[in-house]
């Protein structure tokens, strides 16, 4: 099977991992393209009228990569940059994300390639409806659940769970994750991602006996992983020195004050013109010394261009695939460096939107100290399971969290045989 529909970096780097670990399982060759390859894709035109009276046109598009352990699970980026290929790439991680966590779920990933700054609130809200509202033949609680992005928010699910509400005929909050607690939302949930981060990174220094006190972190990209991931490195006692958005990088030795960068983010929408710390470049950031830098914005971020230039410990991937394929083979060669895997790393965020789904769906919450005890748990039952797997067959750590993940789904596959 050749397709040209997905063709991206992304995807081509995606399907370059699942070749990889399909050869270390010795994956049965009838099962290789049918575990590969996106179940469904959906691309839509949404018209949107504008405050100015024009009606301008928009391009969305949901890829569901596969359905045989649930229905699939995936956020909804609006990014100027989006395309199908790398809605599919991320839908690819995300099976294997939520197959290595031990959620009933597929992957899925949606996007619309639209720069957000240049909509206006009542925009963005026509816009996320009318997504919605194109998308409803193809998602369900049962089939499909939206999750925030980059670019997208709690009031945005809002607007989409409203928007299929009125649709249905009445309230479904377990439509999408990640929406506001009032309406069905998690707690624990806005901060799940970013936390999770922190987690695994204090586990592994743990592992390498490396005191909290002493360490230091670098975070490019301040979001939301990004900045809720400095919030709980502060409380675990680890000392963030530089963060970074697109606009560049602030560094400050003795420590960043990520409270007042986090308020000032909040209030000026960047961290531009922020006085804090030394402005540095995002390039400059990623050479900087450190016991883990922390990846959390896009993705092939770290290259075969940079990776020798890393000066960290551990290298932890909020981002999903910040790491190309040419750039992982040098850091497998690098035994000074820790690299925690993006689909283990990051994710805290559908281990709870699961959760959110969970409620949901039996209209019974739970606290914030519950939710992320599970979700520490689900992390810990993960790390286990990777590790040996890891040193079982001498795997690298992203070999051993892709083949578990990929066996799983495939496991699945087999058992349920081929339809007719």
């Known amino acids: 099977m050749k397709t040209h529909i997905y063709k991206s970096k992304v995807f081509d780097m995606a399907c370059r991992q699942f070749d990889k670990a399909a050869d270390l399982i010795n994956l049965d060759p009838s099962l290789i393209k049918r575990t590969k390859y996106p179940k469904r894709c959906m691309v839509v035109t949404c018209p949107v009228r504008m405050d100015n009276g024009q009606v301008e046109l928009f391009e969305g598009y ?75 033949p193809f998602v369900g609680p049962n089939t499909d659940i939206m999750a925030p992005d980059m670019g997208t928010n709690e009031q945005v699910m809002a607007w989409m769970m409203d928007t299929y509400a009125n649709h249905i005929g009445n309230s479904i909050p ?122 959390a914005a896009l993705e092939r971020v770290i290259t075969e261009d940079n990776v020798r230039q890393l000066n960290c410990r551990i290298l932890a991937e909020a981002a999903n695939g910040p790491t190309t394929n040419g750039a992982d083979e040098i850091l497998k060669e690098n035994d000074n460096i820790t690299t925690i895997p993006d689909i283990f790393c990051n994710s805290g965020g559908v281990i709870v939107s699961y959760f959110e789904w969970v409620q949901d769906l039996q209209s019974l919450f739970w606290t914030r100290e519950e939710v992320l005890r599970k979700m520490h748990n689900i992390l810990d039952r993960a790390k286990m399971e990777i590790e040996t797997q890891k040193q079982k067959y001498g795997y690298s750590r992203r070999e051993a969290a892709l083949t578990v993940g990929i066996q799983k789904v495939v496991n699945a596959k087999s058992v349920r045989g081929l339809f007719p």
């Not at 009933?104 to 957000?116: E, R, S, T």
Request: aromatic share 6%; proline share 3%.
């Open 62 to 136: 949901r890829v569901q990569h596969h359905l045989s352990l649930g229905p699939t699970k995936g956020g909804l980026r609006f990014h100027p940059a989006v395309t199908v290929g790398e809605v599919a790439g991320l839908s690819m991680w995300m099976s294997w994300k939520c197959a290595l966590a031990g959620l009933p779920y597929g992957g899925a990933k949606g996007g619309i390639c639209v720069d957000v700054s240049k909509l206006s609130i009542t925009e963005l809200e026509r816009l996320s409806r009318r997504y919605m509202q194109e998308m409803i």
């Open 174 to 295: 377990a439509i999408v994750t990640g929406k506001p607690v009032s309406l069905g939302g998690s707690q624990g949930r806005r901060e799940a991602t970013g936390h999770g981060v922190a987690y695994v990174v204090k586990s592994y220094m743990n592992d390498l006996r490396i005191p909290l006190d002493q360490a230091t972190a670098v975070i490019q990209g301040f979001g939301n992983v990004g900045s809720e991931a400095a919030l709980a490195l502060n409380a675990f006692g680890i000392k963030v020195i530089a963060i970074s958005d697109v606009h560049g990088g602030y560094y400050n030795a003795n420590g960043i004050d990520v409270q007042n960068a986090l308020e000032y983010s909040k209030i000026h929408k960047s961290l531009k013109g922020w006085k804090e710390a030394d402005i540095i470049s995002n390039e400059a950031l990623l050479r900087l010394k450190c016991t883990v830098l922390i990846p």
